[in-house]
């Protein structure tokens, strides 16, 4: 059969209900009824490319799959994984300006720092480069652990291979000392690769960590779920977070009656009260 000349249907409205309530449950990302055709759009490749006959028959073959592949498979289709070096760059300021001198202060001799929602490494990146500008640590033990739930993200993400525009916030003196230029493309040096350490995980798991970061970064990736969803991830951040730990949100988010535990300290930066 030519699997390019399936006509595929409209995603009706009980398929969309179904599909929605699968990613609801799995990650945790709300598709309301405006997002319909978004999410056509998006599986009707696959459909096409496969030879799936309806988006019914495609939901039956996501929930029978006992190897978890065609979830994860749609959890990927459907994840936004937009990011950048640098984003919001005020946070990587307050890391290097607030935090690494005040637990010098206390004595620390390392620190340990979760990017949870790393999308493609821009963001671990960014913070291994912030470590290593800051001379005031380079005899520290530094660890960063970067989780998503897309594993196309991730793979993109270990080869630390970026396009020019994902750049933008680079200064053109730290490209060139942590970049290798490749055609139009940049290569992370090996020194920045080798600090960040990269898993598969999804938010909505309990997370196997305790008590043991000393920052968070959870930056756009709240902004998909909805209000119980948010308030059970902020309990699991929490209990990762140190006692005096900080956790930085994107810019437009807030825990605003929602982050039991974490007290304010300015926009999207809070605390876990000790
Ligand atoms: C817009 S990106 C944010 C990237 C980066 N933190 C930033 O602020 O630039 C959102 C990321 O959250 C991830 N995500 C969504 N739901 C998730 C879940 N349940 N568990 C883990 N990651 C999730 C997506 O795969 C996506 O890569």
Same mark, same amino acid.
């Given at each position: 059969m030519n699997a390019g000349a399936i006509a595929i249907p409209e995603i009706s409205e009980s398929e969309f209900r179904k599909l929605s309530a699968l990613i609801y449950e799995r990650c945790g990302i709300k598709l309301g009824p405006e997002k319909k055709a978004l999410l056509q759009s998006r599986l009707s490749k696959v459909l096409r490319k496969e030879g799936i006959p309806s988006y019914e028959d495609y939901y039956r073959r996501v929930i029978s799959d006992r190897s978890g592949r065609e979830l994860i498979r749609l959890i990927d289709l459907i994840t936004t994984n937009f990011t950048h070096f640098f984003r919001e760059h005020q946070h990587f300021r307050y890391l290097r300006e607030h935090i690494l001198p005040e637990m010098r202060e206390l004595g620390a001799k390392g620190i340990y720092i979760w990017s949870a929602g790393c999308a493609t490494g821009e963001e671990p990146y960014s913070i291994a480069i912030t470590l290593l500008e800051s001379p005031g640590v380079m005899d520290w033990r530094k660890e960063i652990l970067a989780s998503d739930v897309s594993t196309q993200a991730l793979e993109f993400a270990r080869e630390g291979v970026y396009p020019e525009e994902r750049l933008k916030g680079v200064p053109p003196e730290w490209r060139r000392k942590y970049f290798l230029? !490749?055609?139009?493309?940049?290569?992370?040096?090996?020194?920045?690769?080798?600090?960040? !350490?990269?898993r598969r995980f999804n938010l909505l798991s309990p997370p196997p960590w305790r008590g043991c970061f000393d920052v968070i970064f959870c930056r756009n990736v709240m902004i998909y779920f909805d209000q119980p969803t948010k308030r059970r991830v902020l309990g699991s951040l929490l209990q990762a977070l140190k006692p005096g730990g900080y956790l930085f949100v994107g810019h437009a988010e807030s825990l605003l009656r929602l982050g039991d535990g974490f007290r304010y300290v300015k926009p999207s930066i809070y605390r876990r009260e000790t």
């Open positions: 230029k !490749e055609g139009d493309r940049y290569r992370l040096k090996d020194r920045v690769r080798r600090m960040v !350490e990269f």
